[in-house]
């Protein structure tokens, strides 16, 4: 027998408990052949020698923008860190213009301010940028800034007649006027102006998030929301940009695509009327290895930070403050039983309790009136949920895909936001596994960086910037935690029969690491560096050999 390559001299974690561990693994065509004993005779067209480094199964992140993340790698750089107060955004910003032509976009990203004094403002983007029309979205995604010049190409010189948007949230000046801040749907005329996006432009972005995926170690994304350009969709035709992407090796890494809810439509010439679909019943499932069709995706609220999601109490110190409900309970329940009754998996965006309620009662409808026990719809965030919200999701079957980074990248910022008794019911982790529900792994990318240490180091510590433990009781083990971002990530797409753990037969998908993670102190984790990505038994970044 010969097979491609043969990997060896490796201290692997299989995760399969069959065969815990191995030395040396062989790939032919792209999957597992053999361990160690079992590659005795065999010949192979290549052996690697990994150094004795540690091997796991490639990441998996179940909720990764991947077009944004590249977006936001070409785009002026925002986040914390970056800038840390708004005189040096302002000052960013203005270099950035300077070397762009006259009548260009200046487009940044990543903002947060909770760690400014505030939010940019149009009258001082109007100082800095030369004419130019300014964009600056913030870090959660749910909301932007704009200058006056933006403004004016929308249709309202000065910022004037800029109407309320269902959805969205705009403050004003005394003269009725935005001050620049545009919430959730109110960002959408604003985004009319620059997309859908080019071709070029989104095989470029796809690119630039593939290379840094693979060098994180991430083997596999599930990318929430392709197609609406009126929500994070690059092109009415995104599945093609992909597709595209994969044919010319621009996007490495194995992509399971979410279009977004509203790319489905009714059919008028079936009986049921109720039904969400694509045209020849595309849906959840199709595709292959490399690039498939996922869920589909819906936002119901907007966000933690952004103080936006929909809450049943108000948000801490804001007593008007209930957040927003994107779509009416009853819309909501329509899209979920329609994309349902069509053969869909439905992932939905819900971060406030009053969102989670409203997704749980849809789903329970949607089974009620049309049973399909094993489907495993998806509550993307699940942010601010009480123990009867998980009982209830693990009744269902509802997989929660939440992220563990975001206790140290907002953990501060959210606490803040909720009263003292609902502190330790956000971002939940270790209740989900308790309550019989399979973890997965997230970074949201890029609202947190999409390194996987990071955020396995976070879901073991629960530690926020500063310092304080968020959720103490929510802490996993490491072997938890990375069991979540493999086998867990693979399974909320149904697809761990493929990866997420080493065994014979599975893709050849893994990682080497500079040191042990279950070996090491927790807080060295995120301090580790993934030194070799496999994909389809191909080394795809690092090496060196």
């Known amino acids: 027998m010969r097979v491609d390559a043969i990997f060896t001299n490796a201290r692997i974690r299989t995760l399969d408990p069959e065969r815990p561990t191995a030395h040396s693994i062989g790939t032919l065509n792209g999957r597992i052949v053999g361990f160690d004993d079992e590659l005795h005779g065999v010949d192979a067209d290549r052996v690697v020698d990994l150094g004795g480094q540690p091997v796991l199964p490639g990441f998996h992140d179940a909720h990764h923008h991947l077009s944004l993340t590249g977006f936001r790698l070409a785009s002026l750089n925002l986040r914390p860190g970056a800038v840390n107060s708004l005189a040096e955004l302002y000052e960013a910003v203005r270099v950035h213009a300077d070397s762009l032509e006259p009548d260009a976009w200046v487009r940044g990203s990543g903002y ?5 004094e505030g939010h940019p403002t149009a009258d001082e983007l109007d100082r800095v940028s030369g004419g130019r029309p300014v964009i600056l979205e913030h870090v959660s995604g749910h909301m932007m800034v704009a200058n006056t010049r933006a403004f004016e190409l929308a249709g309202h010189p000065r910022r004037e007649g800029f109407p309320e948007i269902a959805g969205g949230g705009i403050p004003r000046d005394s003269d009725g006027r935005p001050q620049g ?3 959730e749907s109110a960002m959408a ?3 009319a102006l620059v997309r859908p996006m080019g071709l070029d432009e989104v095989q470029r972005n796809l690119g630039l998030a593939s290379d840094q995926a693979l060098s994180y170690g991430l083997t596999s994304v599930t990318e929430p929301g392709i197609g609406e350009i009126r929500m994070v969709g690059n092109s ?3 599945y093609h940009a992909y597709q595209s992407a994969v044919e010319q090796r621009l996007l490495r890494v194995r992509t399971t695509l979410m279009p977004y809810i509203t790319v489905l439509h009714p059919f008028s010439d079936l009986p049921d009327k109720q039904m969400l679909g694509l045209d020849l019943g595309i849906r959840t499932g199709l595709g292959d290895d490399m690039l498939s069709v996922g869920p589909v995706k819906i936002v119901a609220d907007g966000s933690f930070i952004g103080r936006s999601a929909a809450m049943h109490a108000c948000f801490h110190g804001e007593a008007d403050n209930f957040g927003v409900l994107l779509h009416e309970p009853e819309a909501l329940r329509d899209y979920i039983v329609g994309a349902h009754r069509a053969g869909w998996t439905v992932a939905t965006h819900a971060i406030g309790d009053r969102a989670i309620t409203h997704v749980l009662d849809a789903i329970e409808h949607a089974q009620s009136i049309a049973p399909r026990p094993d489907v495993r719809h998806r509550i993307e965030h699940f942010a601010l949920a009480s123990d009867a ?5 693990a009744a269902l079957g509802v997989i929660p895909v939440p992220q563990g980074v975001f ?3 907002f953990g501060d910022g959210m606490a803040a936001a909720v009263d003292a008794d609902r502190r330790d019911d956000i971002y939940r982790v270790k209740s989900l596994a308790d309550a ?9 990318s890029p609202i947190s960086d999409a390194n996987p240490l990071v955020s396995l180091r976070d879901m ?3 530690r926020t910037s500063s310092g304080e433990v968020l959720g103490a009781r929510e802490r996993v083990s490491i072997d938890e935690a990375v069991r979540a971002y493999t086998h867990g990530s693979a399974y909320a797409v149904g697809q761990e029969q493929r990866k997420g753990t080493l065994k014979v037969g599975m893709l050849a998908d893994f990682i080497a690491l500079s040191d042990d993670l279950f070996e090491i102190a927790p807080e060295r984790i995120a301090d580790q560096q993934v030194t070799t990505t496999v994909v389809g038994g191909k080394v795809v970044f690092g090496g060196g050999f």
């Open 112 to 116: 947060d301010q909770n760690f400014l």
């Open 181 to 183: 801040l545009l919430q």
């Open 189 to 191: 005329p604003i985004f």
């Open 236 to 238: 009415p035709l995104d």
């Open 389 to 393: 919200d998980i009982a209830r999701a």
């Open 407 to 409: 206790v140290s990248d």
């Open 436 to 444: 019989g529900i399979v973890l997965n792994g997230s970074t949201d």
């Open 460 to 462: 073991v510590l629960r």
